[in-house]
């Protein structure tokens, strides 16, 4: 890199102000890249149960990453912030096994109503009403729904992986200890929390290839059933162009009075999830001013916002800031200039799909299990002491799971919320928002899922 151009590159993100370098960014944005790029492997795994198309990996793999380069390549750029974006997990799991197979709504309806609701976050961002929309959903809520949203994963993997088997006495129950699926799971989940414990970089991406390798060496009928049948193309290959997914949302048809709550869904938990990750982000790298303000907000929101309504138009769920970022901060990253360097290693990513047929689902179960278990910590957060807002957080919680819905996790925790609130004396507590949000939710219970 020629010194006039590094100049121009240090003055626009203000390298020397925020501390740091361009070698030191370029080092953080591979920490954070490797961090997250498990992604690539586990959201064309888990969308493609809902999208039965010819050559749905590779295809998944090009969209997910385009949408993770944009994403962050937008971040990095207008907010100048080190965080890197890529498709949400929870929310992919949402579209996937509550939007597409639970409530039978067609895969590009749900692909428009990830863009609609993309767009409403973008205008909820670019016209500064975001802070009401926060203030109106009670903390505790916000909490539940990150935790339940975790518990959710950890039960798609224990799943995937073969620990939780139906059962039509108990309904569920523990799978066979002695099947391969079984077992390699729990190897995979024991290696890569070891690596996160012990802070190894890349633990995640890790504990994927080496749970793969191990069940290519024993021959482990778990590659759909067969064993590893090797690379017969190699391993490196020009990009699959989405060409089925491109352009493919339906958005008149996700428009439909059926799919405003999907809608909204998308747009909560895309909003807090963004939210809290941006400020806990902040705070980890010190952006955040006295009273707690995240400085150019607005910027960092709006191209999240926009991120997500150009992934749909590519074919993936909903993209959103990273934690995983924290790693890279961690190693030194301050600046856009780190989220930049994420944003190029995942378009150079995208030569490498054939990887990606070669993980079984075996090899992303411990995955889903170790970021459920992430999202746990805000437990922790709720007042558990307080029945008003212990209960409602426990039926968002356990509501995820135990009916395979997000959406139905949010609106038990909702409707409850302001009805023990209500009947307890503390109405007065709430926002008029919130009864509003309460009254939308019962009659979607009283008519649509009744419908």
Known sequence: MSKGREAGIAGYFQLAVSGTTVNREIRAGLTTFLTMSYI????????????????????LLTATAIAAAFGSLLMGFMSRYPYALAPGMGLNAYFTYTVVLGQGVPWQTALGAVFISGLLFFCISLAGIRQALIDAIPRGLKYATTAGIGMFLALIGMVNGGLVVDNPATLVSLGNPRDPNVLLTLFGLLLTTIMLILRTRGAILIGIFTTTLLAALVRAPVFSGKSFAGFPDGIVALPVWPSDLFLAADLSGAIGLGLLTI?????????????????????????????????????????????????????????????????????????????????????????????????????????????????????????????????????????????????????????????????????????????????????????????
Request: hydrophobic residues 50%; contains cysteine.
């Open 40 to 59: 690539l492997f586990v959201n064309p795994q888990i969308l493609g149960q809902a999208i039965p198309i010819s050559g749905a990996g590779p295809q």
């Open 263 to 451: 809608v909204f869904t998308f747009l909560f938990v895309d909003f807090f999830d963004s939210t809290g990750t941006l400020i806990g982000l902040s705070e980890k790298v010190g952006k955040l001013d006295e009273a707690g303000r995240m400085p150019n907000s607005r910027a960092a929101f709006c191209a999240d916002a926009l991120a997500t309504s150009f992934g749909a138009l590519f074919g993936t769920s909903s993209t959103t800031c990273y934690i995983e970022s924290a790693a890279g901060i961690e190693d030194g990253g301050r600046t856009g200039l780190t989220a930049i360097v994420v944003a190029g290693l995942f378009l150079l990513s995208i030569f490498f799909w054939p990887l990606a047929g070669a993980v079984p689902s075996v090899a992303t179960a411990s995955t889903l299990m170790v970021v459920g278990a992430m999202m746990m910590f805000t437990c922790a957060r709720i007042k558990w002491q307080d029945y008003s807002e212990s209960v409602p957080a426990m039926l968002t919680m356990l509501g995820m799971p135990l009916t395979f819905s997000i959406t139905n996790g949010i609106a038990l925790g909702l409707v409850s919320y302001t009805l023990l609130k209500l009947f307890s004396g503390q109405g007065k507590t709430l926002s008029v928002l919130m009864y509003v949000l309460t009254v939308l939710l019962i009659l979607r219970f009283a008519f649509l899922l009744g419908g």
